[in-house]
């Protein structure tokens, strides 16, 4: 009986290991595409460098999540699209197009395993020509 209850505590142990959060690439193209900086500030590391046409900096999770929510709201975000996406020795990338009311921008995003998550530690939107 001791046996049965062992198994049966590590089996429910791993069950609940399984279900740590994964964030992926897929997860915060999906978050830029609403134009949502409440969604992407789940996927933000504690340090996060943003470049925007006007400014470049590290932030704070919290200052990036503010810089980023006021980009998207100046601009009025309609749509983004991602052209390439890649990965290499657990961390992930993606650039593609992020269609706003006021342009498009290139942008690039930099995500990079922490732990047992991938955190966006690197947001670019720069003009298109």
Known sequence: MKKF?????????LSLISF???????????????G??????AYLDNRVDITL????DTYSK???EMIIRDFFIN??????QVKHKGENA????????????????????????KGD?????EIRFQPAP
């Open 20 to 34: 740590k959060p994964y964030f992926n690439i897929d997860d915060v193209a999906m978050a830029i595409r609403s």
């Open 53 to 56: 046409p006007d400014k470049s």
């Open 62 to 64: 919290t200052q990036a």
């Open 75 to 80: 601009n009025g975000v309609e749509n983004f």
């Open 90 to 113: 657990g961390s992930e990338f993606c650039i593609g197009i992020l269609k706003t009311r006021n342009g498009d921008y290139h942008t690039l995003v930099f995500m990079k395993l």
């Open 36 to 41: 949502n900086a409440n969604q992407l500030s």
């Open 117 to 121: 998550r991938q955190l966006l530690e």
């Open 5 to 13: 209850i062992g198994i049966a505590v590590a089996l429910v142990a």
